[in-house]
């Protein structure tokens, strides 16, 4: 895989096409907040309890201006048979030749696999909601996380070494309300008090 990218870095733009066939590229969310994820596979059932997490806070996040943005190492037609008919209302990207997952320096693990299998409240979680495992779910990649800002710099990065694990929601809270004191202006300074001659000395 490629190199690690490191905060503070400007983000490296790519050109994928979303399940429906259209071609997305990141730097057109230039001036918002994005959230950049990385899932194995369109049938993975960790991917998929992570993407209906997202979904229930994409509300909240867009009024925060922040937007999401999520690779799969899948078809465009696997991305489209596994998550087209459920309501995900961010950008579903397609890296069947892993070209983005290289650029990112994403990383392969069977242990941080395995040790994503033995993540028993996850999978359980994930099997609850009906999220099962396809062929694909067992790909050794791991999930990967960047928090970019408006002006396309790279604010944190996570490289999980848990196949079950993302970035923590409460770090995206603390990203975007950094970001929003960043973005307000600050006050208007206090006009000056003027000096006046004294009269009459």
């Given at each position: 895989?490629?190199?690690?990218?490191?905060?503070?870095?400007?983000?490296?733009?790519?050109?994928?096409?979303d399940?429906?066939?259209?071609?997305?590229?990141l730097?057109?969310?230039?001036?918002?907040?994005?959230?950049?994820s990385?899932?194995?596979?369109?049938?993975?059932p960790?991917?998929?309890?992570?993407l209906f997490?997202?979904?229930s806070?994409?509300n909240?996040?867009?009024?925060?201006g922040?937007?999401i943005?999520?690779v799969?190492?899948?078809?465009?037609?696997?991305?489209?048979?596994?998550?087209?008919?459920?309501?995900r209302?961010?950008?579903?990207?397609?890296?069947p030749e892993?070209?983005?997952?290289?650029?990112?320096?994403?990383e392969?693990?069977?242990?941080?696999?395995?040790?994503?299998?033995?993540n028993?409240?996850r999978?359980?979680?994930?099997f609850?909601?009906?999220?099962?495992?396809?062929?694909?779910?067992?790909?050794p990649?791991?999930?990967a996380?960047?928090?970019?800002?408006?002006?396309?710099?790279?604010?944190?990065?996570?490289y999980?070494?848990?196949a079950?694990?993302h970035?923590?929601?409460?770090?995206v809270?603390?990203?975007?309300?950094?970001t929003e004191k960043?973005?307000t202006?600050?006050p208007?300074a206090?006009?000056?008090?003027?000096?006046r001659?004294a009269?009459?000395?």
């Amino acid at each position: 895989m490629g190199d690690r990218v490191r905060p503070g870095e400007t983000l490296r733009d790519f050109q994928l096409k979303d399940l429906h066939g259209q071609s997305v590229r990141l730097s057109d969310f230039r001036g918002k907040r994005v959230l950049l994820s990385f899932f194995r596979d369109a049938g993975c059932p960790f991917c998929n309890l992570r993407l209906f997490e997202l979904t229930s806070r994409y509300n909240h996040y867009q009024q925060q201006g922040l937007e999401i943005v999520t690779v799969f190492y899948s078809t465009p037609h696997t991305v489209k048979r596994f998550l087209g008919n459920r309501n995900r209302p961010f950008a579903l990207l397609a890296d069947p030749e892993k070209d983005v997952f290289r650029l990112y320096g994403v990383e392969s693990s069977w242990g941080a696999l395995m040790k994503g299998m033995f993540n028993f409240p996850r999978m359980m979680s994930a099997f609850a909601k009906g999220f099962l495992p396809s062929a694909g779910a067992f790909k050794p990649l791991m999930p990967a996380d960047f928090l970019i800002d408006q002006t396309g710099k790279v604010r944190a990065t996570y490289y999980s070494r848990d196949a079950a694990r993302h970035i923590s929601l409460k770090l995206v809270d603390r990203f975007i309300a950094a970001t929003e004191k960043l973005d307000t202006p600050a006050p208007a300074a206090a006009p000056r008090p003027q000096l006046r001659a004294a009269v009459g000395a």
